[in-house]
C-alpha cells in the first residue's frame, strides 16, 4: 500500500498563508496523480487541486484558482500546496491522496486509490 503523511495545518488569520506538505515514501510520482481535498463540517469532500509530475500538469477548483499552488519534489516524494490570501471558507481538513500510475488529473474523490489522514487548516476572520 502507498502511504500518504499529510502535515502542515494549522490556524491562521484571514489573508495569511499556509504551506501543506504530503510526504509519499513509497511511491514513485512519475505519472501518478497526486491531489488535494477537503472537507469542512457538514460539507462534501471537495477536490482542491490535482497534480501529474511527468509534466508538471495540474488543476485547480475554481474556488483556489489564483491563491493557491501546488508543487512537487520528486526527489523527496514530497507535494507542496502553498495556499495564500486564505479565506474563512477555506477552512477545512485538508487530504492528499494519490492515484498511482494514472497519468490524468482528477478533483473526484472516487478516483484516488490512497488517502493520507487530514490535517485541519483553521482561518479566523
Known amino acids: 500500500d502507498v502511504q500518504l503523511q499529510a502535515s502542515g495545518g494549522g490556524l491562521v488569520q484571514a489573508g495569511g498563508s499556509l504551506r501543506l506538505s504530503c510526504a509519499v515514501p513509497?511511491?514513485?510520482?512519475?505519472?501518478?496523480?497526486i491531489a488535494w481535498f477537503r472537507q469542512a463540517p457538514g460539507k462534501e469532500r471537495e477536490g482542491v487541486v490535482c497534480?501529474?509530475?511527468?509534466?508538471?500538469?495540474?488543476v485547480y477548483s475554481d474556488s483556489v484558482k489564483g491563491r493557491f499552488t501546488i508543487a512537487s519534489d520528486n526527489a523527496k516524494n514530497t507535494v507542496y500546496l502553498q495556499m495564500n490570501s486564505l479565506k474563512p471558507e477555506d477552512m477545512a481538513v485538508y487530504y492528499c491522496a494519490a492515484a498511482p500510475g494514472d497519468g490524468l488529473l482528477h478533483l473526484r474523490a472516487d478516483e484516488f486509490d490512497f488517502w493520507g489522514v487530514g490535517t485541519l487548516v483553521t482561518v479566523s476572520s
Open positions: 513509497g511511491l514513485t510520482f512519475g505519472n501518478s496523480a
Open positions: 497534480i501529474v509530475s511527468d509534466n508538471d500538469d495540474t
